[in-house]
């Protein structure tokens, strides 16, 4: 049997990628609570994984204002700068690939994560039907202020000086965080955008943020090592708009005009149903998009070798599968089972569930 194309080379703009397989940026919560650096186990736990033809990294908030959730590491200090180069290196030492997920929550957040206590900031003064982790408990998020049309300036520079830092760190690109419901997406969504001046209302208003954000990205990156990632129709943290597939469809057509390395889509609900609502169409979204695509959520092996056997994706992300399955790639290759991971490890802690799942060769030795 011929070797199926997923597990064959491909280029995502400057990237080469060993196979098709993606690592989806994964929320852990292990960074260290003085200064959100990642540190050793982050080493070690990106290390495991170099198999993936890309490792997206787990969403790091660009500025103190972006974060959103405790324990989450950053992109903005010289310590995280440091403690991301040791990840990078380990990664590139293992023949792999990764990119850094760039975060702004917007009002995915709460006053307690908040320099000075603040509310977070959102394109408009509404509170998000969310929940966050604060490291005792999780709570509704807090009500956000409006950024005052002065500010967004600082904001897309706050992005700017994060992916300087990234190049610092070593890695081999970014991938913006456009989806689930966080800053970009929140600009996007008439659920969440209010405004009146010229960041909201029209679609081409609703985007203009997200162009901004890429625009400053690139300009740093260059196009051919800039990822994006978009939810299109999901609802994660609360998020909706009234007429999604027009303003995805804008934003696709805004995102071939740069002529990004990729578009990772989530297609279908964050972690859940891919089933869609009536009128609302990914393959349309997809058919729009002139690069290199790579598909996310709930994908099989079989799904993943047809999707890009049959040219519906270039490249697939697989997310909760990668947390149990350091050697993801290879079990997919050999079809080996896969172990099931603990949910009650997902989210803070340390090695236990993080950096102790065994690779095949391994566990059947122990
Ligand atoms: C799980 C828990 C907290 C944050 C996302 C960054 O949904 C996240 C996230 C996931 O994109």
């Known amino acids: 049997m011929t070797t199926p194309k997923l597990f064959t080379p491909v280029r995502a703009g400057a990237i080469d990628l060993k196979n098709r397989i993606a690592m989806a940026p994964l929320t852990r919560n292990r960074a260290r609570p003085e200064d959100d650096a990642p540190i050793d186990i982050h080493v070690e736990y990106y290390r495991q994984r170099a198999g993936a033809g890309l490792i997206i990294t787990e969403a790091s908030q660009i500025s103190p204002e972006g974060k959103g959730y405790a324990w989450t590491p950053g992109i903005y200090s010289p310590a995280q700068v440091e403690g991301w180069k040791k990840v990078t290196d380990a990664v590139h030492e293992d023949g792999g690939r990764i990119v850094l997920q760039m975060w702004h929550v917007g009002r995915i957040s709460h006053t307690s994560l908040q320099p000075g206590g603040q509310p977070p900031v959102a394109p408009s003064a509404i509170a998000a039907e969310a929940k966050t982790f604060n490291g005792q408990e999780f709570l509704a998020t807090s009500a956000p202020r409006a950024l005052e049309l002065s500010e967004i300036p600082r904001v897309v520079e706050d992005y700017r000086k994060a992916a300087k830092n990234a190049v610092d760190a070593g890695f081999d690109g970014v991938e913006i965080h456009g989806a689930n419901g966080y800053l970009i997406d929140q600009f996007l969504r008439d659920g969440a955008n209010k405004r009146t001046d010229e960041y909201g209302g029209s679609i081409e208003n609703r985007t203009r943020f997200m162009r901004e954000v890429v625009e400053a990205v690139v300009g740093v990156w260059g196009a051919d090592r800039v990822g994006i990632r978009l939810s299109p129709f999901s609802h994660a943290n609360g998020l909706t708009d009234s007429d999604p597939m027009p303003l995805f469809e804008r934003a696709v057509d805004i ?40 598909a996310n959520n709930g994908y099989t092996r079989e799904m993943a070798i047809e999707a890009v056997e049959t040219g519906k994706a270039d490249i697939v992300a697989f997310g909760r599968p990668f947390i149990s399955n350091p050697d993801l790639v290879e079990r997919l290759e050999r079809n080996a089972p896969l172990a099931e991971p603990d949910r009650a490890t997902f989210y803070g802690g340390g090695v236990q569930g993080y950096t102790d799942y065994p690779t095949l060769d391994a566990a059947a030795v122990a």
């Open 255 to 294: 995102l071939n005009g740069f002529g990004l390395a990729y578009l990772h889509m989530v297609e279908g609900q964050t972690g859940g149903s891919r089933e869609l609502d009536e009128g609302l169409s990914i393959d349309a979204l997809r058919a729009h998009f002139d690069g290199v695509y790579m």
